[in-house]
Nanobody
Framework: VQLQAYGGGLVQAGGSLRLSCAASGRSIGSGTTGWFRQASGKEREFVAWISWGGLTTYYSNFVKGRFTISKDDAKNTVYLQMNSLKPEDTAVYYC???????????????WGQGSLVTVSR
């Protein structure tokens, strides 16, 4: 299973970016897909997950109302639309595939390489 995250970049505070996570070797419809992030010097933290059917989503409190996770089964891709970005959102964003609905890093078996998001003031 391979996951490739892309779409990061530099954006001003208040701007938007959309991250994509393309999966190969595994259907995104066969389990949970999550987004995590890791800022420099900090631990990796949960951002959002989407269920295998796409009907259930869950967000961390610090992105709720600003970020939206979605998926396109035909493209085998999960997205993270990020709006109203803040400097504290600066981090490397990772997508991951797991077998259960979870916020925990250890519940995800496969990880993408990460995509850097930098939000300037």
């Amino acid at each position: 299973v391979q996951l490739q995250a892309y779409g990061g970049g530099l954006v001003q505070a208040g701007g938007s970016l959309r991250l994509s996570c393309a999966a190969s070797g595994r259907s995104i419809g066969s389990g949970t897909t999550g987004w995590f992030r890791q800022a420099s010097g900090k631990e990796r933290e949960f951002v959002a997950w989407i269920s295998w059917g796409g009907l259930t989503t869950y967000y961390s409190n610090f992105v709720k109302g600003r970020f939206t996770i979605s998926k396109d089964d035909a493209k085998n891709t999960v997205y993270l639309q990020m709006n109203s970005l803040k400097p504290e959102d600066t981090a490397v964003y990772y997508c991951a595939a797991g077998r259960r609905y979870s916020n925990a890093v250890n519940d995800y078996d496969f990880w993408g390489q990460g995509s850097l998001v930098t939000v300037s003031r």
